[in-house]
């Protein structure tokens, strides 16, 4: 169904430094990396889509986070949720919510919320249980 995920940053170093330690976090595989365009891609395994693409906004213009927008990552398990989690606030990330159950969504629902260093709300979720 989806083709890719495009997020805009307004630092793209400062943003390469939250993204890079989130996605090997995840597992995610790096697809490409240009700092002169500037824009860093991850791709799903094993084809390659959907593709994950941060970057600055092709406009030219400011970046500007969106209210009631959210990118939601997969995780395999729990584990992979926290440990995503901890990448990101380590590396400039912003708490919307810690890990943990949200039945309210279904049974297994675990996840955790957050916010990159430019203000994009992000989720790492996991659907199974451990």
């Known amino acids: 169904m989806l083709s890719h995920i495009f997020v805009g940053v307004g630092d793209f170093e ?3 430094v939250f993204y890079q330690p989130l ?5 995610v595989q790096a697809r490409f990396c240009d700092a002169s365009r500037p824009w860093a891609g991850w791709q799903s395994h094993p084809g390659l889509r959907p593709l994950f693409v941060m970057a600055s906004p ?4 400011a970046h500007q986070a969106g209210n ?3 990118v939601a990552f997969l995780a395999g398990n729990r584990a992979a949720v926290r440990d995503a989690y901890a990448a990101a606030l380590a590396h400039g990330g912003t708490c ?3 890990p943990g159950m949200r039945p309210e969504y279904h049974e297994h629902y675990y ?5 990159d260093p430019d ?10 249980p451990d």
Do not use: S
């Open 58 to 61: 092709y406009d030219g213009q």
């Open 23 to 27: 996605m090997a976090a995840l597992g």
């Open 14 to 16: 400062r943003a390469l």
């Open 96 to 98: 919307e919510g810690a």
């Open 68 to 70: 009631g927008q959210m």
């Open 111 to 115: 996840g955790a919320y957050f916010r």
């Open 119 to 128: 203000g994009n709300k992000l989720c790492v979720a996991c659907h199974w």
